[in-house]
Nanobody, 127 residues
Framework: QVQLVESGGGLVQAGGSLRLSCAAS????????MGWFRQAPGKEREFVAA????????YYADSVKGRFTISRDNAKNTVYLQLNSLKPEDTAVYYC????????????????????WGQGTQVTVSS
């Protein structure tokens, strides 16, 4: 079993930056593909970014490509999401998730691919 705990959210002005962290418990973290999703008020949860178990492959939603960067440190059982050039429309609760599936761009954008979910961290971007 893997437990995921997100941190790093907060209130930031448009154009600012934040770094989200997701700390995992359990010995299988290095075997998991990891993803970030977000859910804005009144909207469905949507895919943001994903990274393979090795960190060698990444995948981003078009809406965040070039602004957000996903990375991981398997020695620390942690995955990160660097958020730059933030916009008010990035306001949402951000969730990290872990998947035992083999990494592919087809699979990583789908919520049901993921076995484990964190509780989320709020990101609010003011205009």
């Amino acid at each position: 079993q893997v437990q995921l705990v997100e941190s790093g959210g907060g209130l930031v002005q448009a154009g600012g930056s934040l770094r989200l962290s997701c700390a995992a418990s359990g010995r299988t973290f290095s075997r998991l593909a990891m993803g970030w999703f977000r859910q804005a008020p009144g909207k469905e949860r949507e895919f943001v970014a994903a990274i393979s178990w090795s960190g060698g492959s990444t995948y981003y939603a078009d809406s965040v490509k070039g602004r957000f960067t996903i990375s991981r440190d398997n020695a620390k059982n942690t995955v990160y999401l660097q958020l730059n050039s933030l916009k008010p429309e990035d306001t949402a609760v951000y969730y990290c998730a872990g998947s035992t599936f083999v990494f592919s761009t087809l699979a990583m954008g789908i919520m049901t691919t993921y076995n484990y979910w964190g509780q989320g961290t709020q990101v609010t971007v003011s205009s």
